[in-house]
């Protein structure tokens, strides 16, 4: 665990603007509250930070839709939240609120500061205001005609049709969404945090010191640094948020990627008022957990904000998970294209653990990942049902059967090789799930401690005490039985012993080592071995003396539930009829379906065809092109070298969420300069609707690997 004497683990502050969905879950309060159970269990000194995000745009354009105020909508959801995770068992030591006055006071005093300090540039601007409203407006207050697809809803930042990201100029027709004016442009003040005074800084602290970061955050922020940092605002302009501190600031609040990670401290303070001791001792280990949209301002921003007020510590690693898709697509909330925790804790009453199996099991660690109804039917009835469940329930059900509900002896004198190897694989599991944690490879070490269950099964099924138990039955009835007779009665007890005591010890082992994923169901086994929580402790796991010898047990209980077929078609089908269409999309379906396919292009031969060296890359470093809107400058790995392609992507893709990606290239196109820069390949393409999608293999490959 390192030379820390104390933890502080936080995850991303979700906006208070809807509730939350498995992929927030999965992306990083799952891997969170794991870490932390874990921790806990070594009885280290741990905080579990978190709480709802209340400012920022998205807030103010719920409040707008719903015709409420901002906090009307931030209350509502702040409640909603926090049971969905209280109810997951996402165990916060404390779920705070940013518009506490707390929080206030903390980011306030925060930002004075700095400003005090001389660290900001104060700098003038143009920037889109409403002469209705008489407001300056965000992007996401503008909404005109995308460019690139003709939908009349898009935003000033993004269309939501066809994914490509705009800037309120590029709009077609834009309009005010508070009073349909045409926005004008205004001069405004805000002051800046210059990023770029931090950049040698950032590289020594992140890019030499952090080499062991995930290969994901670890890349993207290289691309960051590589590409060069530049001044931010560290305000803006509406009525609601952190007022600035400041005498000539009115109308003017500080940014929401200011305040809210500062939420991480001013949550601390409210939890402990030894919060100092958590946030400014350098024995302390900060962790941020998040989501990898969260990656550039937990990793580069956050820390230089730290770093330029001084007196704190910064984190020790991010872990940050990629994105979770649903049943193919990308999760949307506009669209409702999610599974809300809220309804499927009504939906799977007690089933908690089943969702977090899952989630773990298909956990976006190092890329995005799918979550299939079906996908979690098979997990639970195959993996929770018929293994972890399958050993539990038998070796309950035999205890009681064949040993009177009592924890049997075991008895040396008969004890075989597969006994002591069986006995041996609790400290082996112990050490494999610790060195999986403390990587924090979640889905291994869940695996790891899946396989002991599996182990224990075979081990029972290898033994058969029900065989045993049989054959004991024949001789006292006076049945021969081939190579027994009543002298061996003793023995063939002491066999069944040693057996369901053995599967007992793992039983209690597992209540410890499934704790950290599936506390619910830790807590069901320890109700049934009547043991207490103490017993939940790491340093218990390995042992096979856990439960005592002659202690009764309680009656054999399920610890999960068959999922039925019905009940996932129901959820499919509850899934595709929440789905929301665009009125955009909707109205553009027939002409869609109307559109004739591109032309085909002349005929030619497999020769022809044969002399394209078409090769599977990925990209490793991923930029954009100076004075170049549309291009972009791609390092691509193909297996025998790196590669730079010039590829015209830069309006579909940002730069940092493409690192990691596996394209195909066409890897003996001539040369071609571009923009100043040698092309050395074509990456292929293709097109839906607009939208831009790499043509990739299904499987994750080697690069260098050939594409025929």
């Known amino acids: 665990m390192g030379n820390f004497n104390r933890y502080l683990i936080t995850a991303a502050l979700p906006y208070a603007n809807g509730p939350v969905h498995i992929g927030h879950l999965a992306g990083c309060y799952l891997p969170a509250d794991i870490y932390v159970r874990y921790l806990r269990a070594k009885k280290a000194d741990v905080k579990f930070i978190c709480g709802s995000d209340e400012h920022g745009v998205p807030i103010t354009i719920k409040a707008m839709k719903e015709n409420v105020t901002p906090q009307d909508v931030v209350d509502r959801y702040h409640k909603i939240i926090g049971d969905s995770f209280a109810a997951m068992g996402i165990s916060f030591d404390i779920f705070a609120r940013t518009s506490a006055p707390i929080h206030h006071t903390t980011a306030s005093d925060f ?7 001389g660290l900001f540039e104060e700098k003038e601007s143009e920037q889109y205001f409403d002469p209705e409203k008489q407001v300056f407006l965000a992007d996401r207050y503008i909404v005109g005609t995308c460019p690139k697809c003709g939908n009349d809803k898009a935003y000033g930042d993004q269309c939501e049709r066809c994914g490509t990201s705009l800037s309120p100029d590029e709009l077609i027709n834009p309009h ?3 009073s349909n004016a045409v926005p004008v442009k205004k001069a405004t003040k805000h002051w800046y945090m210059p990023l770029q005074n931090y950049e040698p800084w950032l590289k020594e602290w992140l890019l030499e010191g952090h080499k062991d970061w995930k290969n994901n955050v670890y ?13 931010r605002a560290m305000t803006r302009d509406s009525n609601w948020g952190i007022k600035v501190p400041l005498p000539d600031a009115e109308g003017k609040v500080l940014y929401v990627w200011f305040d809210a990670p500062i939420g991480y401290i001013s949550a601390t303070k409210e939890l402990t008022p030894d919060w100092a001791d958590y946030w400014c ?4 280990k900060l962790v941020h957990f998040i989501g990898k949209d969260n990656i550039v301002f937990h990793c580069i921003i956050f820390p230089a904000m730290l770093k330029a007020h001084g007196g704190f510590v910064l984190p020790e690693n991010v872990p940050a998970n990629e994105f979770l898709n649903i049943e193919g697509e990308k999760v949307s909330t506009s669209r409702n294209w999610a599974v ?3 309804d499927y804790i009504k939906d799977f009453p007690d089933q908690q653990d089943v969702l977090r199996y899952v989630l773990c099991s298909t956990a976006p660690e190092t890329k995005d990942n799918d979550f299939t109804w079906k996908d979690f039917q098979t997990r639970n009835n195959s993996e929770l049902v018929n293994n972890l469940g399958n050993f539990v329930n038998r070796t309950m059900v035999l205890t009681h059967k064949l040993c009177g509900g009592k924890v049997p002896r075991f008895h040396e004198e008969v004890a075989d090789d597969t006994d002591r190897e069986m006995l041996a694989a609790f400290q082996t599991a112990k050490d494999s799930v610790e060195a999986s944690l403390e990587a924090y490879r979640f889905r291994e070490a869940q695996a790891g401690m899946m396989d002991l269950s599996d182990q224990g099964n075979k081990y029972m099924q290898k033994k058969e005490p029900w065989i045993l138990a049989k054959v004991m039955e024949k001789i006292k009835a ?5 190579g027994y007779t009543e ?8 066999k069944i012993d040693n057996c369901l005591h053995v599967c007992l010890q793992l039983m209690a082992n597992l209540a410890i080592l499934t704790h950290p994923f599936l506390p619910f169901t830790s807590r069901k086994i320890c109700h049934l071995l009547k043991v207490v929580d103490r017993m939940l402790e790491w340093e218990n796991a390995g042992s096979t003396k856990l439960v005592n010898v002659g202690y009764s047990l309680r009656e054999p209980e399920l610890l999960f539930k068959k999922i039925e077929d019905d009940m996932i078609a129901a959820q499919v089908e509850k899934l595709h009829a929440g789905l929301v269409k665009p009125a955009a999309e909707a109205a553009a379906a027939p002409a869609a379906a109307e559109k004739p396919a591109a032309p085909a292009k002349a005929e030619i031969q497999y020769d022809d065809f044969a002399k394209l060296d078409l090769r599977v890359g990925t990209i490793i470093q991923a930029e954009k092109v100076e004075k170049a809107d549309k291009l972009l400058k791609l390092l691509v790995d193909i297996g025998t070298e790196q590669r730079t392609v010039v590829s015209g992507i830069a309006m579909h893709f940002n730069p940092a969420d493409i690192i990691g990606k596996q394209v195909t290239l066409v890897a003996n196109l001539a040369p071609r300069k571009m923009r ?7 990456i292929l393409m293709a097109e839906d609707n607009g939208k831009l999608i790499f043509v990739n293999p299904a499987e994750t490959v080697a690069p260098g690997s050939g594409v025929s």
């Open 219 to 231: 890349g993207q922020c290289k691309s960051w640094l590589d590409s060069g940092l530049q001044s």
């Open 281 to 284: 001792k350098d024995d302390t």
């Open 111 to 117: 930002f004075l500061k700095m400003y005090n300090d």
């Open 487 to 494: 002298v061996d009665l003793p023995a063939l007890q002491m």
């Open 676 to 682: 100043g820069i040698e092309s050395q390949g074509m």
């Open 176 to 178: 005010s969404a508070l």
């Open 478 to 482: 006076g049945t021969p039985v081939d």
């Open 340 to 342: 809300w925790i809220h």
